[in-house]
């Protein structure tokens, strides 16, 4: 069975650098019918989809994080990583690594258990 | 792509029919999901092309529509379906989600 675990600081200070590394279990990162994505809730807000990379390295990003979002996968270690640069109070969230089949009409099915990360000072 | 959900907030009985609709800004094909998320848990997947229920699901949640309006229905309300649900179109990049309808014990 496929599982995800996000790891990471669970406080960044405003202006640094929010970086968190999800591992996969179950199941290889280089499977060639998955993508892996991320995902961000605000305390008690809704969801917003952040972006998801192919093994290969191909990548998609929200464009409202504009330049600060960097998607990276290392398959030697079964991980994808997330960095979100100048980060702000706004950036507190949830965060949640998932796994999503390449069709399109397939979301996401698999869920870490998601990572609380604070930015304060 | 926007999506809006209504209604926001809905009370229900065990046992009840509810009925959640996910309105897209512009049309989305079949390529609407649906999930439940609980408090403190991450989401969990529901329906995918609008009306494919996820392996595992119970047959009580169904999925309908196309284009811009979708509706996922609960056909009698179980203790364990309050919880919050959110919609996601994945016609289009980024794949937006609906800000959500909250299901509540009346």
């Known amino acids: 069975q496929l599982q995800l675990q996000e790891s990471g600081p669970g406080l960044v200070k405003p202006s640094e650098t929010l970086s968190l590394t999800c591992t996969v279990s179950?199941?290889?990162?280089?499977?060639?019918?998955?993508?892996w994505g991320w995902i961000r809730q605000p305390p008690g807000k809704g969801l917003e989809w952040i972006g998801h990379?192919?093994?290969?390295?191909?990548?998609y990003s929200n464009p409202s994080l504009k330049s600060r979002v960097t998607i990276s996968v290392d398959t030697s270690k079964d991980q994808f990583s997330l960095e979100l640069t100048s980060v702000t109070a706004a950036d507190t969230a949830v965060y949640y690594c998932?796994?999503?089949?390449?069709?399109?009409?397939?979301?996401?099915?698999?869920w870490g258990q998601g990572t609380l990360v604070t930015v304060s000072s | 792509i926007q999506l809006t959900q209504s209604p926001s907030f809905l009370s229900a009985s065990v046992g009840d029919r509810v009925t959640i609709t996910c309105r897209a800004s512009?049309?989305?094909?079949?390529?609407l999901a649906w999930y439940q998320q609980k408090p403190g848990k991450a989401p969990k997947l529901l329906i995918y092309?609008?009306?494919t229920l996820q392996s595992g699901v119970s047959s009580r949640f169904s999925g309908s529509g196309s284009g811009t309006e979708f509706t996922l229905t609960i056909s009698s309300l179980q203790p364990e379906d309050f919880a919050t649900y959110y919609c996601?179109?994945?016609?289009?990049?980024?794949?937006?989600f609906g800000p959500g309808t909250k299901v509540d014990i009346k």
């Open positions: 998932a796994r999503r089949g390449v069709l399109i009409q397939l979301p996401f099915d698999s």
């Open positions: 179950g199941g290889s990162i280089t499977s060639s019918d998955s993508y």
């Open positions: 990379i192919y093994y290969s390295g191909s990548t």
């Open positions: 512009q049309g989305i094909s079949s390529y």
């Open positions: 092309a609008a009306s």
């Open positions: 996601q179109q994945l016609n289009s990049y980024p794949h937006t």
